[in-house]
């Protein structure tokens, strides 16, 4: 067993670095940071499988390096494509699906944790704000600091323009991630023993890519404890193995090309996460993920649209924050379809 210092903090000059490596070299990295993680751990590891293109050129590069034995652990939290799901399930070499779970050990459904928590809008990070300032136990300075910021600076402060959620009949919430998606995980480490790896790439959330460039690739003490072999690695070097290999992904993607510049992409859904998920959409241009599962899923949408906290549902509760669920022409033609069924 052998691991490298410079493995267990990175600085950001050197996570700079390292996301411009040539693709022949993060390749040969990855599939070191595979092997020390194994033995590191004595053969007790785990991939976390979400379905996505990420996890699935991972798990090619887990059995290429380790064989079949490693078990692909995929949550079904109820939320993934169904075309995630029949692609997950048809992983290669020993596969293993768990459920998220209330205390009590019954299934727990994302449609109940909205019910009792809020809807997931906008970020973890605002969700969470909202939520303390609503509902924490706070001490005047750091309920000001979350409003106002402190003599330090505004970091973290509650953006102003989020702040009218503090009095909307509805919550919202990040209580879903840590139930449908972190706590299977985290229960299944418990029983296990196992310690995982993550297809978090550099092209993940800012939190991510800073959390990365804090830890490197294997993380073996703290709160956290995971490898994330493809760290460096951008999406067009992902989709780039995934060809080379002639590694098989989920339809939900479609099919990838390269563009004029030599860059890979997908030509279907570039994330495939939760479905109903309201996190970052706002940011997204249109068609955004709601426009488009009305189109391509239907009977999905209509579930998601028609969900409720504090009776108020989720497709207003998008509206409020300027996120819009249909296209002119989708409203145009429903306004249409309505009209001739009258």
């Not at 494509?81 to 998220?100: L, M």
């Amino acid at each position: 067993m052998y691991i490298l210092q410079d493995e267990l903090k990175l600085n950001e000059w050197q996570f700079s670095q390292r996301k411009y490596l040539p693709y022949e070299i993060k390749v040969k990295l990855a599939e070191a940071r595979i092997r020390e993680w194994y033995e590191n751990w004595y053969g007790e590891v785990y991939l976390s499988y979400s379905g996505g293109v990420d996890s699935t050129a991972l798990l090619y590069m887990i059995r290429k390096v380790l064989g079949d034995e490693i078990p692909a652990v995929f949550s079904n939290t109820g939320l993934e494509f169904p075309e995630i799901v029949r692609h997950a399930r048809k992983a290669s070499g020993n596969y293993v699906e768990i459920y998220p779970k209330w205390k009590s050990g019954k299934r727990a459904y994302f449609s109940e944790v909205v019910d009792q928590f809020g809807f997931p809008l906008i970020s973890k990070e605002t969700a969470l704000k909202v939520r303390k300032l609503r509902h924490g136990n706070l001490s005047d300075r750091y309920r000001n600091y979350l409003l106002y910021g402190d003599e330090r600076g505004k970091f973290g402060v509650l953006a102003k323009k989020w702040r009218f959620f503090l009095a909307t009949e509805y919550e919202i919430s990040e209580k879903c991630c840590i139930i449908l998606k972190k706590e299977p995980f985290a229960r299944y480490e418990r029983e296990t023993g196992r310690k995982p790896y993550i297809g978090i790439t550099q092209d993940e959330s800012f939190v991510r890519g800073h959390l990365y460039a804090k830890t490197g690739c294997n993380v073996y003490t703290g709160s956290t404890i995971k490898s994330q072999p493809l760290g460096p690695w951008t999406r067009p070097d992902v989709l780039r193995y995934i060809v080379e290999h002639d590694i098989e992904i989920s339809s939900a993607y479609g099919d990838i090309w390269q563009d004029e510049f030599g860059q890979y992409y997908t030509t279907g859904e570039q994330r495939t996460g939760c479905m109903f998920c309201g996190f970052g959409a706002h940011l997204e241009a249109e068609p955004n993920r709601f426009q488009r599962m009305l189109v391509t899923h239907p009977n999905h949408y209509n579930i998601c649209m028609n969900l409720k906290n504090n009776g108020v549902r989720y497709e207003d509760a998008l509206h409020d924050c300027g996120i819009p669920t249909k296209t002119w022409e989708q409203a145009g033609q429903l306004s249409l379809d309505l009209k001739n069924a009258a």
